[in-house]
């Protein structure tokens, strides 16, 4: 079974490589020269080809990751293969970098989906395949190979890291996790989550002694008690275990590594005062705290063939009526949040080129009301998300959520991308989906993959005051 499997995922890596290579190809062609951001990302690789590694370009928001792996694979390929003139570092060549991390994260994916979902080994080899495969062509990220842009490579670190951990390797997880933040720095939000994971695992076994003792089995750590109560209990324990000697010297024997990484963070961040490295007045943090609702709203879109179902949506109307209460709450509390947090980058409103401004243009912007009125679908995509972690332990849900909102909150700017990291990581933890779900996820992707780089080769247009060709993305 492990033979056939094998073979099944390399016959399938490798019709996604040379399919991937072929719209490559078509990409390429159709625009040869930096686009968008590239048009500061692909200069300054170049620089560093050049060895010029003092020059840099004060628009560049991150860290030189992206350019340091490019270089480190290029030059050993030119002297290998004697390239000399424009090839050496070009757009293309440059470009070509993220192809080679669509490999390895389809890799990843699958290595992940085969640890996390370790009990079904036997019974899920064409479910965990499909899975992998289909994760790999998720919209955002496929897109973003065929151009020099950092998140291929930066999931590539982030899903490497967080490998890893599982695998018990935190050495070489925070080294993975260095790496990934060298090519965006709120990664190390995720570098965190990974340390977070191993906390919530000591504070699981906590939760689970003392509850024995005590006989309450209704306080189990796979459930979250939706109570005062049960907020208030678990806070305590929290406390309690935070604050224990014995307990947090078991977590830092483990954690030690993640640790180093997180001062070395706070030293960059007091050396650099600040955490984006160029164009601060374009990347401002704020509390824009309906991002979480975009974010709910866009997993539930994307995760429809394998997270909705009829007895789903069953369920959450049984619960919205056996709780009203709490319902009228979360309600109350995101009509606040929509009314006093909603922040407008000045970017979402003037660059037409992005999906995000005609998402905004069309629908948020017919009338002020809107916002409010989907604030239940808000509260549906929300239940739903966490409906999905119904199977994990309760401190682990805990830190997953407190890392997404500590990687979606701050962001001022709707921007899709910033979305792909934690959605991977929710898609990835969900049970596995039955076949045919799966392949209507895969379909649903395609589907959309298929439209986005249609629209993106064909669908140019020009600005007034400018001659250059404009197209449209994500």
Request: proline share 5%; aromatic share 18%; glycine share 4%.
């Amino acid at each position: 079974m492990e033979k056939f499997e094998g073979y099944m995922f390399t016959a399938l890596c490798s019709t996604n490589f040379l399919i991937s290579c072929l719209l490559f190809s078509r990409v390429t062609r159709e625009q040869r020269e930096p686009y968008m951001d590239e048009l500061f990302h692909v200069p300054q690789a170049q620089k560093y080809c050049q060895g010029k590694f003092n020059e840099w370009d004060p628009m560049i928001t991150t860290l030189p990751g992206l350019y340091l792996v490019s270089v480190g694979v290029i030059k050993p390929v030119v002297w290998l293969t004697e390239l000399t003139g424009e090839v050496v570092c070009s757009t293309a060549m440059l470009r070509f970098i993220n192809l080679l991390f669509n490999c390895g994260n389809l890799y990843l994916i699958y290595l992940l989906l085969c640890k996390l979902h370790l009990r079904e080994k036997m019974r899920t080899t064409s479910r965990r395949v499909l899975s992998a495969l289909s994760l790999s062509t998720f919209p955002v990220l496929y897109f973003f190979n065929f151009l020099y842009y950092t998140d291929a490579g930066s999931t590539f670190f982030i899903l490497f890291t967080y490998l890893m951990t599982l695998y018990g390797c935190h050495k070489a997880s925070a080294l993975l996790g260095v790496c990934s933040v060298l090519f965006r720095q709120t990664n190390i939000i995720w570098v965190a989550f990974c340390a977070a994971t191993l906390v919530a695992g000591k504070m699981d076994d906590a939760w689970r002694v003392e509850h024995t003792k005590k006989r309450d089995e209704k306080s189990a750590p796979s459930q979250i008690p939706l109570s005062f109560s049960g907020a208030k209990r678990i806070l305590l324990f929290t406390l309690e275990f935070l604050t224990s000697p014995n307990h947090v010297k078991a977590v830092l024997l483990v954690a030690w590594p993640y640790a180093l990484v997180g001062v070395g963070f706070l030293v960059f961040v007091a050396l650099n005062d600040g955490i984006v490295v160029g164009d601060r007045t374009s990347h401002e943090a704020c509390l824009n705290f309906p991002q979480l609702f975009y974010f709910f709203s866009f997993s539930l879109f994307f995760s429809l063939p394998v997270s909705l179902c009829y007895h789903r949506v069953l369920r959450f109307l049984q619960a919205v009526k056996k709780q009203p209460l709490f319902f009228l709450l979360v309600t109350g509390i995101s009509l606040l949040l929509v009314w006093k947090f909603t922040f407008v980058h000045k970017y979402l409103l003037a660059d037409n080129r992005h999906f995000p401004f005609y998402v905004w243009k069309k629908l948020f912007q017919r009338h002020e009301l809107v916002r409010f009125l989907l604030i239940p679908p808000y509260i549906f995509a929300g239940w739903n998300f966490l409906d999905s972690f119904k199977s994990r332990s309760l401190f682990w849900s805990l830190a997953f959520l407190a890392c997404l909102v500590a990687t979606t909150v701050p962001q001022k700017l709707l921007e899709f991308r910033y979305f792909i990291v934690p959605y991977l990581m929710y898609r990835l933890h969900m049970p596995l989906p039955s076949l045919p779900r799966l392949i209507g996820e895969f379909l649903l992707y395609t589907a959309v993959n298929v439209a986005t780089i249609y629209i993106f080769i064909t669908k140019t247009f020009h600005w007034p005051d400018s001659t250059a060709t404009q197209r449209f993305m994500w």
